[in-house]
């Protein structure tokens, strides 16, 4: 049963990926009859971008680890703290503090707390 089975009324014409990066957006299509034709081809493609928007290159200052928290706390409204980061990411707390504070002195993270002990931060002046 297809998807044009189910939902009376909808023809699919293809599928459509849209990905924002620092640059704008990015954008792929797809007729189905290259999906169903030509899956492979499509996969590769979606690796293509995904390693151009994510990929580890040598001249990048920082990690893929960072480039996620610069992403979880760019769409949170409040300040983030490092057990909210680990617990997204799956890693230890003390690990996403280390890295938070490193992204503090690049300076893409600032802290968002009052006081000595910084609890909590948010996007820094820098643009990721």
Not at 4 to 32: E, K, Q
Not at 86 to 94: D, E, N, T, V
Not at 112 to 121: D, I, K, L, P, T
Request: charged content about 25%; some cysteine.
């Amino acid at each position: 049963m297809t998807v044009t089975d189910r939902i009376p009324g909808i023809s699919i014409a293809g599928a459509l990926l849209i990905a924002c990066n620092g640059d704008g957006w990015t954008v792929l299509r797809f007729s189905f009859d290259d999906v169903k034709e030509r899956p492979r081809q499509c996969q590769q493609q979606l690796q293509q971008l995904l390693g151009k928007l994510y990929g580890q290159g040598a001249d990048r200052e920082i990690t893929l680890h960072q480039r996620e928290i610069i992403r979880i706390v760019s769409y949170r409204l409040d300040p983030v703290s490092p057990v909210e980061i680990s617990k997204a990411l799956g890693i230890s707390p003390q690990f996403a503090r280390k890295l938070m504070l490193d992204l503090v002195d690049k300076p893409y993270l600032m802290s968002a707390s009052q006081g000595e002990r910084v609890r909590y931060y948010r996007l820094g002046k820098r643009k990721a």
